[in-house]
Each structure stands twice: as structure tokens, then as C-alpha cells.
């Protein structure tokens, strides 16, 4: 054993503390230097557990920018708890690093996620960084917090609540679009300004923890919306048992998703199916869904009523401008159709 | 939205429900039918997080049967919270499947995961599975506890202290020679029983969890012995500022690594350094010695002194049969050297 090793530990080591222990300030996580991290849950909370990994060539480009990789990963997290009604309080990262991953992209990477573990206020406990002959894949578990017995479940619609849906609906599935084909933008008759918006909609997510609160305090039930609306809501409507009809006239959308949606309106089940949104998705009583509306927009998150909840065995219908029923080819993204 | 879709779900969804909900026992998983999971940890108690995947590859190798990757992918987790003086109360699991894994790798998979989930009362609260162009990759994040503040650091070694180790170590390395030289076994004249031994250490890691009370008891630093004790025990010297000083000939060694050694004395330094030994190193006071020695014996788990703690910078040392310092080319595995 060298002097040199003694005193440095491996170049794994040497990595960690470089790039990652800026990220650990919480004194549960040693500075990374122990094995595992210790924490300490609020009084009177129950924990909150999420895992989400995203893989490079699957859930983001090769060519993205390495801080929007980071954040993109801790945040499709952090919008599970948002849905969920938790708050953040740290977080676990298994990365599995392509050869040709350099420090330049690493230095990146760790800027990105410190950004994002600061203002979320959800540091790294620890976790683990391998060689993969494979493509870079970030793997998170975070952890939140509720009241105990408060977490919003899938489950809680009750036929008579109303469904209210955070932010836009289908700007990420467009902007992906973008991103594959750079001809894309002119044919939908997109300006600059809108092809960015959604691609950066894509690219960086923008999790509702800010209203999470308010949805602990008012949902009934809630999950996020990252699978595409039309197969989540689905998923909420047979959790609950309960049928649920969405009208597809007032969904939120964007500026350059109305526009894109106008130049090519069979675009709409692309946008209600597509995925990548981490909005949330959430029923309500009607006695509340004014308070939930109003308190939302006081922590800056619109809120739209976009639908009902009806007794029944687990059905979710889309309803277009004439009250049809919305055929989709598919109803969501899933890796193994 | 097909009448199909709407009661069963996406592909990925019922692979979930057919593979992995019968793990999810706690109801805090909710039968993996929600978003995220609930823990409500153990009144008076800290939560011991810690994260580690396994690719294949570099972790296991491609034939290795499914339900020992499972299983091992849990139980270097499982070892991290032995360490730690933790016991299991949970994990969540993100599984990246290559395109040629099919139901029967996926079902045993499964099985494997489920015998151990099981035996270690150690119940899956969640997680994702995704496909990916690379190798399969297994990321686990799992969580223990330890009565407040109880957990057991890598930094509480102090001059006096003696240091001790569970199990025996070497097989593991041993165990993956031989897996990758056919003729490694006749080269060391190990017969077809002492060759399957350490195979099987190499295989399946064999957690000291059993041990992890007695640990709490008595030991004032431990860490698991994952890539390599001699890497490992200069991390732990370091993190607590002390010399350490490891006598090889004291070393646990199973029948099967005495006679590769026998056979080859140059070993020495690769069983020390090589790493997958998941057993315990530990420091106690010479007071506590017996006790942690003997209740570890009651719980079937033998525990041998090996060195000491002296006052110093953090400097590990291993001596051999003559007191002479043993150089090792490499301390330990390590991902970036």
C-alpha cells in the first residue's frame, strides 16, 4: 500500500469527493465519507419512498446538456412527491457512467444537480458511481415527508369530485417531437420562441413541489402526470374505482401548443397520451376546488378544472368539443409495449 | 382509450403486477398500485439509507443464473446496513432490462428477489423498470434502522481498539478466477468441492445481518468489506484518524482459499485487496472483545481478531508472518483507476 493511496483513497473516491460531497451538506450524509447515511424523519411524519431512473437514448438524449440530464433525473423524483403531497428531504444516486464520459461532463452533471438539491432542498445522503459498458444511466430514490397518515393516495376519488389538472398538458411530447426533426417546427408553423419553449418543457421539468401543500390540503386523490395524461388518469380511475370523463376542450394548454395544435388538430390525442408533462393530475371535492384553485395560484401554479369523477367500475373517458368519446392508438408511454 | 387498456393497464404495468407486486408486502406499498410508497419508521429510531446497483458485466456476469443477480443485488445492500449495525426494513428497486431479457430470466429474477425479500424480512416498497440498449443494471436503494443515533460509523476507531473481521476472507476473488479461467482450479489443485465454494462466495454474497445487533453492542467503528479489506481498512483508518495494523497470517481463510494459497503464497496480496467479500471489519475495545465474539458466535457468525489500533494519521498497515509490510500493487477494486 503506497503513502500516496493511503492518504487519497481511489480515484472513486477521489471523484465523490470532488463532485458530489458539495451536494451532501446534510450532517445525516458524513460528508459521503461513511458507507451509509443516517436520517432523522420529522416528528409525527411518515416517509415518502420514490425510485426513478432515466437512461441515456430512452428518457434523454446523448447530446443534452449534462446539467439538464442531472436535473431531469432528481426531478421526475421530486414530482412524485410533489403528487404526493410530501416534501423533499434528501435523496440517494446510483450513476452509471458511459466510458466516454469525461470530467468536463461530470463537472457539469454535479453543477446541475447542486443547483437543484439546493433549491429544492433536497441533498444527496449518499449512493454509489460505476463504470457501465453501457449508456449513462441516473437512478434516484428520494425521500419526502407528510404528516402522518397524510400521504394523497391514488386511490381517494369519490364519484361527485371534480378533476383539476397543474400547469400545461402536452408540451413535452411536442418539444420532443422538435428535437427529432428539425423540420418539425416550420411544418407546425412554430417561431422560434415557441419550438424553444417546448423543447425545453422536454428537456427540464418543472415539478410542482409548490403545491404540494395545498394538494395534501384539498385532493382527494393525485398522481403526476408523467406517463401522458390519458393512460395516468386511467390509472387513477381503476385505483379508485371510480369512472372519470376528462373533456379534452379544456385541458391547459400552451401558447405554442395551441399553435401547433391548430395547425395540426389530430396532434390532440398525441398531447393527452404522450407523457413527459410531471404535471399533476387530481380530483377534489367541489366544496374545495375553489380554495385549491386560489391557494394554488398564490404559490404561483395554475390549477384547471378539466373534468368529473362518476360512479363506476374504473373507467376514464376523453370527451372531445362535441362530447365524442377520443379513441387513443396508445394510451401512454410504456417501455414494454 | 380501448376497453382492454382501461382494465388492464400497459405492458409495463402488468409485468410489474405479475412479477414484483408479490414482493410488496408491507401495506405501505400499496401493492405497488400508487405512485410512491409509505414508511413510518420505528418509534425512536434513525432511517440507514444506502444505494448500490450492479451492472452485468462488471458486477456479475451474463450466464450468472437471474435469481442470484437478484440476490446479490439486494444483499450488497443488506451488507451496508449489517455494517452499520441496521436492520432491514425495506428496499426499492430500479431495474434496466437489456432487449434479449425475456419472461423466464425476468420470472426467475423475480423468485430470487422474493426467497430474499423474504429471509432477510426486507420487503420491496417500489420502484421503476425501464428497458435500455446496455447491460442489465439492478439499482437498490435500501432502507434500515438503528435506535437514535445508534448507527455505527466508519470514524469511531481509537488507539487500543482491536480489529476484527467476520467470516473468512479471499473466496470471492478466488471465486471469480475461477469462473473466468476454467483452468485456474487445476493450477491451484483445488478439487471440484473447494472450487464450488468459492464460486459461490463470488456468486452470492453471504450478508452478516445476523451479526448487526452484537455489532451495535460493542463495536466502535465497522464498515462492510466490499472492494477489498485492504482498501477498505485504510478508508476506515482515515475516516477516523487513527493507525491501523492487520497481522495477514491472523487472517480468516476458508479450506478452500488455504489451499489456493498453499498452492500459490503470491495470492496473499489478491485476496486482501480483491474485493465481493461483504463481511464486516470492525473495531472494538479490548473490554468488549469476548462478548462481541462470543454473541456473535451464538448467532452463527464467527468473528476473528486481526490487528490493532494505534495512535496515528490515518495509516494502514498489513503485516506479514515476519512482521515485514506487505506493498499491495492496488488496494482495492475501484471503478475510475
Known sequence: MTDDADQQGSAEDLLIARYFRPLARDPGAFALTDDAAVLSPPAGCDLVLKADAIIGGVHFLPDDPPEAIAKKALRVNLSDLAAKGAWPLGFLLSLALAKEVGDDWLASFARGLKDDAEHYACPLFGGDTVRTPGPVMVSIAAFGAV?????????????????????????????????????????????????????????????????????????SAAMDVSDGLAGDFAKLCR?????????????????????????????????????????????????????????ARAVGVRVTEIGRIEAGAGRAQFLDAEGRTLVFARQSFSHFD
Open 239 to 295: 385505483t379508485s374505482q371510480v369512472d372519470g370523463v376528462i373533456e379534452a376542450a379544456r385541458m391547459p394548454l400552451s401558447h405554442a401548443a395551441q399553435a401547433a395544435l391548430a395547425a395540426e388538430p389530430a396532434l390532440l390525442a398525441h398531447l393527452l397520451s404522450g407523457g413527459d408533462d410531471y404535471e399533476i393530475v387530481a380530483t377534489v371535492s367541489a366544496d374545495h376546488i375553489d380554495a385549491l384553485i386560489a391557494e
Open 147 to 219: 404528516p402522518h397518515g397524510a400521504m394523497i393516495r391514488r386511490s381517494g376519488a369519490r364519484p361527485g369530485d371534480l378533476v383539476v389538472v397543474t400547469g400545461t398538458i402536452g408540451d413535452a411530447v411536442l418539444g420532443l417531437r422538435l428535437r427529432r426533426d428539425p423540420d418539425e417546427a416550420a411544418r407546425l408553423g412554430l417561431d422560434p420562441s415557441k419550438r424553444d419553449h417546448l423543447i425545453a418543457r422536454y428537456r427540464l421539468p418543472q415539478p410542482r413541489n409548490a403545491v404540494a401543500a395545498v394538494m395534501r390540503r384539498y385532493a
